[in-house]
């Protein structure tokens, strides 16, 4: 069965800094996709950043980048020069093909201004 | 702006009701799928529909149910509705003609409060 673990419930970062959310991951799929979602309080889910598995380059889309392990099963999300409208929470997802997506639980991003 | 579309937005039953959900995906989206979302939790997947057929089901009892239409807007049917049933439902659509990894897009969901 697919899991997806967040370990962070909450984190806050300083306006203009950098901060990077954890997430790992287990699959028994050979090929699979991993995500970050971004739930703002308006609650839609906004796709981040998306990473085909057997790519080896980690995706970046502008100030979000990845950090994708793919033998430790993790996929970290890194946002630089965080912006007070990157507060919400954060899903790390996985799935394969056209399936069903697994969410972790969530990280909620506090941005300080 | 996804272009799903859920409607209600917001409503209220009393437990042992049915309710229906609606969902019009984005425009030449063959898949539908549905989640729950529980206050403070990760949306859990539902059930997904491809052209009109069910592809896939989590782990929720039969008294769930859906149905995608020729158009490929969808609904979502819960009866004898519980406490627990109380969440956000949210259904995302997407193109999929292969295992292609393609992705998929989110509507506001239905906020459901079940007293």
């Known amino acids: 069965a697919q899991t997806v673990t967040q370990s962070q419930p909450e984190m806050s970062v300083q306006e203009a800094e950098t901060v990077t959310l954890s997430c790992t991951y287990d699959?028994?799929?050979?090929?699979?996709?991993l995500f970050w979602y971004k739930q703002p309080p308006s609650r839609q889910m906004i796709l981040v950043i998306r990473?085909?598995?057997?790519?080896?380059q980690n995706a970046t889309e502008n100030r979000f980048s990845v950090n994708f392990q793919k033998a430790a099963k993790s996929f970290s999300l890194k946002i630089s020069d965080s912006q007070l409208g990157d507060a919400a929470m954060y899903f790390c997802?996985?799935?394969?093909?056209?399936?069903?997506?697994?969410f972790g639980k969530g990280t909620r991003l506090h941005i300080l201004p | 702006e996804t272009g799903v579309t859920q409607s209600p937005t917001h409503l209220i039953k009393t437990r042992g009701q049915q309710v229906t959900l609606r969902c019009s995906s984005q425009?030449?989206?063959?898949?539908v799928s549905w989640y729950q979302q529980a206050l403070g939790q990760g949306p859990q997947f539902i059930f997904q529909?491809?052209?009109?057929?069910?592809?896939g089901r989590g782990n929720f009892p039969p008294r769930f149910s859906g149905l995608q239409f020729p158009n490929y807007s969808s609904e979502l049917n819960v009866n004898a509705l519980e406490l627990d049933d109380s969440a956000l439902y949210l259904c995302?659509?997407?193109?999929?003609?292969?295992?292609?990894?393609?992705?998929?897009?989110f509507g506001e969901g239905s906020w459901l409060t079940v007293v």
């Open positions: 529909y491809y052209r009109e057929e069910e592809n």
């Open positions: 997802a996985s799935g394969r093909g056209r399936d069903k997506i697994i």
């Open positions: 990473q085909e598995a057997y790519k080896q």
């Open positions: 995302a659509s997407s193109f999929s003609d292969s295992y292609s990894g393609n992705t998929i897009y």
């Open positions: 425009s030449g989206h063959n898949t």
């Open positions: 699959t028994s799929e050979s090929d699979y996709y």
